[in-house]
């Protein structure tokens, strides 16, 4: 009896900490659906959110996810992104039968389901190490070439033009990637003196990276260019980044504003400070 009370009060323990999960760092609003992913704090998978403008936070349909991130310190964020009806992701959790190496996968948003069908978190471990990748991670493998020693090590994706693109950095070096379904293409060496994890976004039909502090960069195969502090940012890690597809707006809600009482869109409404 004791085993069961115990296994009982894990369940909902488990359940009070999922429900109290920050949202992992942005939210996409495309279709007009709002699509955002929270991280299991033990398992590390992740969960797909996607509901209506009028629905309550944590209302809308929750979708398992066979990816998730990884918990060494500094944690990076999940990086993911949705294009086309394809969810994308870079899987690093840390389970000894995931290679890093394949990380990145690319999966049907059609086929993901949903975690009232009987899903189990170590199936979807299962399923993520299986998937075929959608490029070998090649930023990685040329970030260890350069020091194996994880200093500073962050490193976000986003699909844009056809084309998926990767920023990887550590201690202190930046590199730019850039997949054309094929083959890889790489910047030079980039120092840069960013501290904390950044994000890639679209805006002013441009590819651009926020740094944690606020600043934005252009981002290309030639490397980074500093264009402003574009405001209504703190730090990237006390909240998330909006990216309105449908509209083309960007903005910045911080993690106190997210009550689950209100709508998502009220939310946002009430408390989004635009970035550009």
Known sequence: MKIIAFHIALFFATASVLAQS?????????????????????NQMGTLHVLDGSDLMDSGKAYALPAGRGYFEP?????????????????????????????IKRFALSGLRLWSEGV???DLIQVSVDYHMLASNEPY???LKQSNVLEGFFFDGISWEGNYWMVVANQGQLSIWKYDSETWQHSEIVFSETKGYFSLVVSGKKLRMISNNGTLYDVSLEGITAVKNPGGLTLLN???????????ELFYVSNSAFDVNSTIEQIISKNGKPIF
């Not at 920050?22 to 033990?42: A, S, T």
């Not at 994308?88 to 000894?96: C, G, Q, R, T």
């Open 22 to 42: 920050p949202i992992d760092r942005k939210i996409i609003v495309e279709g007009g659906k709002y699509h955002y992913v929270k991280i299991h704090p033990w």
């Open 75 to 103: 944690i990076n964020p999940l990086a993911w992104d949705i294009a086309d009806s394809d969810f994308y992701a870079v899987s690093f959790i840390d389970n000894p039968l995931n290679d890093r190496n394949e990380a």
């Open 120 to 122: 189990r978190a170590e």
């Open 141 to 143: 493998q040329f970030m």
């Open 238 to 248: 006390n909240g998330v980044i909006v990216d309105n597809r449908d509209s083309g």
